[in-house]
Nanobody, 115 residues
């Protein structure tokens, strides 16, 4: 079974940048939609950004213009470039895809933005 693992989280000051990466242990069909989700402490998980196989992207409203999602199909990798970070971006960020009808999630990486 394919596993996803995120990296790149950490502590950053407001206004700073981080790039998250999501690596896969196996092949992710190129037709799959991939997405980044985040879950602030004590709140529900929410989708941050998604990207289709054709490179079409969509973003949660409050991250538009600050975050950029990308993928490398050859490396089965997903990325999230986060700029102009705000304290309200603090959360555990996870990558997600669906393979053969099964939800696949990474364990998540903590992003903490200090004011």
């Amino acid at each position: 079974q394919v596993q996803l693992v995120e990296s790149g989280g950490g502590l950053v000051q407001a206004g700073g940048s981080l790039t998250l990466s999501c690596a896969s242990s196996g092949n992710i069909p190129g037709s799959n939609v991939m997405a980044w989700y985040r879950q602030p402490q004590g709140k529900q998980r929410e989708m941050v950004a998604m990207i289709t196989s054709g490179g079409v992207t969509d973003y949660k409203g409050d991250v538009k213009g600050r975050f950029r999602i990308s993928r490398d199909k050859g490396k089965n990798a997903l990325y999230l470039q986060m700029n102009s970070l705000k304290p309200e971006d603090t959360a555990v960020y996870s990558c997600h895809t669906i393979i053969h009808g099964i939800d696949v999630w990474g364990p998540g990486t903590q992003v903490t933005v200090s004011s």
